[in-house]
T-cell receptor, first 113, second 114 residues
Framework: NAGVTQTPKFQVLKTGQSMTLQCAQD?????MYWYRQDPGMGLRLIYY???????DKGEVPNGYNVSRLNKREFSLRLESAAPSQTSVYFC????????????FGDGTRLSIL | DAKTTQPNSMESNEEEPVHLPCNHS???????IHWYRQLPSQGPEYVIH???SNVNNRMASLAIAEDRKSSTLILHRATLRDAAVYYC???????????????FGKGTKLSVIP
């Protein structure tokens, strides 16, 4: 049982490059989320998808776009990477929105030079 | 939003019980108390949650004060694998879209001594 799988695990980009972070879950969950974690800041929500076909902004959406490709997959795109986007990115899913537990992947460590 | 306060760090000896406290004096009646933990270089992991009554699962127990202004996560027998940062988080059932976000504070870093 893989749970939430994120790819890649590590990535180094140059300023201005674009890339897509991939996330897939095999738990048949309806809701999916993207967070970033910076030192001393805790996790902050970037975007979420309450159900297939819907996406909404979280606390820090600027500079990112998302796509809920199907029920399993939720991708995060950086169109023009900036050094301020250097962070660890976590994808999570939950059965439904609200107080249900969220299940996290192991993260993508992204460095932007 | 209701806030939580946790000690920055705690130590425990291996195979002994650990009591991790959390204060949430401004908790509302619809706030659930959630605990997550994050092991080094891993994503956060759900541990347990409750509303009013004490809760037990295979990982831990959650003891909630009668006035709900504080709670304690109890690890019955600490192992080296339990060394992690533990987060106490309030989630409001009635906040609608605002309830999607898990608001992680700094948590308590638990060290387990062999």
């Amino acid at each position: 049982n893989a749970g939430v799988t994120q790819t890649p695990k590590f990535q180094v980009l140059k300023t201005g490059q674009s890339m897509t972070l991939q996330c897939a879950q095999d738990m048949n969950h309806n809701s999916m989320y993207w967070y970033r974690q910076d030192p001393g800041m805790g996790l902050r929500l970037i975007y979420y998808s309450a159900s297939e076909g819907t996406t909404d902004k979280g606390e820090v959406p600027n500079g990112y776009n998302v796509s809920r490709l199907n029920k399993r997959e939720f991708s995060l795109r950086l169109e023009s990477a900036a050094p301020s986007q250097t962070s660890v990115y976590f994808c999570a899913s939950s059965e439904v929105e609200g107080v249900q537990p969220q299940h996290f992947g192991d993260g993508t460590r992204l460095s932007i030079l | 939003d209701a806030k939580t306060t946790q000690p920055n760090s705690m130590e425990s000896n291996e195979e002994e019980p650990v009591h991790l406290p959390c204060n949430h004096s401004t908790i509302s009646g619809t706030d659930y108390i959630h605990w997550y933990r994050q092991l080094p270089s891993q994503g956060p992991e759900y541990v347990i949650h409750g509303l009013t009554s004490n809760v037990n699962n295979r990982m831990a127990s959650l003891a909630i004060a009668e006035d709900r202004k504080s709670s304690t996560l109890i690890l019955h027998r600490a192992t080296l694998r339990d060394a992690a940062v533990y987060y106490c988080i309030l989630r409001d059932l009635q906040r609608g879209a605002g309830s999607y976000q898990l608001t992680f504070g700094k948590g308590t870093k638990l060290s387990v001594i062999p």
